[in-house]
């Protein structure tokens, strides 16, 4: 085995493509995690207040859209541009989807309290 091929690729990308794609898409992951907060204040701070569920549903959309960074970019750092900005957009629009079930969730516990 040469020396050449024992050196391992760190990536198929420059370092400032993998970081303008995952600043990008990091800044769109940001922008979930703020509304999860604001709702999480919102309802906490409400007339209704928030029992245990709702704690725990509302703290994990905050920590998903983290998650879901995390994991996306750990698998497509080392892809190419265009794999590695459709894992970043897979990866949002599985936070997105997982966002309408939360706000689903916050709508018909708020409904069901008011006795709408």
Excluded: D, E, H, K
Excluded at 83 to 105: C, E, K, Q, S
């Amino acid at each position: 085995m040469t020396a050449a091929s024992s050196v391992a690729r760190r990536s198929a990308l420059p370092t400032w493509l993998v970081f303008v794609i995952s600043l990008i898409s990091g800044l769109l992951y940001a922008y979930t995690v703020w509304n999860a907060v604001t709702l999480l204040v919102y309802q906490a701070g409400g007339a209704l207040g928030l029992n245990g569920l709702g704690w725990v549903v509302l703290l994990f959309a905050v920590v998903f859209p983290i998650a879901v960074y995390s994991g996306a970019f750990a698998l497509g750092w080392r892809r190419r541009a265009l794999p590695f900005l459709l894992v970043m957009l897979t990866g949002l629009a599985l936070v997105a989807v997982f966002w309408l079930n939360v706000l689903a969730y916050a709508y018909s516990y708020g409904a069901r309290l008011l006795g709408s």
